[in-house]
């Protein structure tokens, strides 16, 4: 059996981080079990799923994004200049946008 996954998901320190397992339920692995993320084989990982991040291939550069909506909206997402001026460091934050069409 095979499973695949797909997200997106914003670098951080040149790293993109992996979904972690939050509740394990009907999932089965063992010492057999194989994970492979870019071609390479995930190793020292039995307990938990996946390791929490994996190391970026090339320096990622934040830059200003645009959405275009159906009905002429737009949203324009731009990196900021410094990250000290503007957020907590004891905070995280996630922005979630659901559209229904």
């Given amino acids: 059996m095979h499973l695949w996954l797909t997200y997106q998901a914003m670098a951080q320190d040149n790293s993109w981080a992996l979904p972690q397992l939050t509740e394990k339920r009907n999932i089965y692995w063992n010492q057999d079990t194989q994970r492979m993320y870019n071609a390479e084989y995930v190793r020292n990982y039995q307990e938990a799923w996946l390791p929490p991040s994996v190391p970026a291939i090339a320096d990622q550069i934040p830059q200003q994004h645009q959405v275009n909506f159906v009905n002429g909206d737009r ?27």
């Avoid at 000290?84 to 979630?96: A, H, K, M, R, Y």
Wanted: aromatic residues 12%.
């Fill in 75 to 101: 949203i324009y997402a731009q990196p900021l200049a410094t990250t000290t001026e503007f957020l907590p460091e004891s905070e995280g934050f996630v922005v979630v946008l659901d559209i229904a069409v």
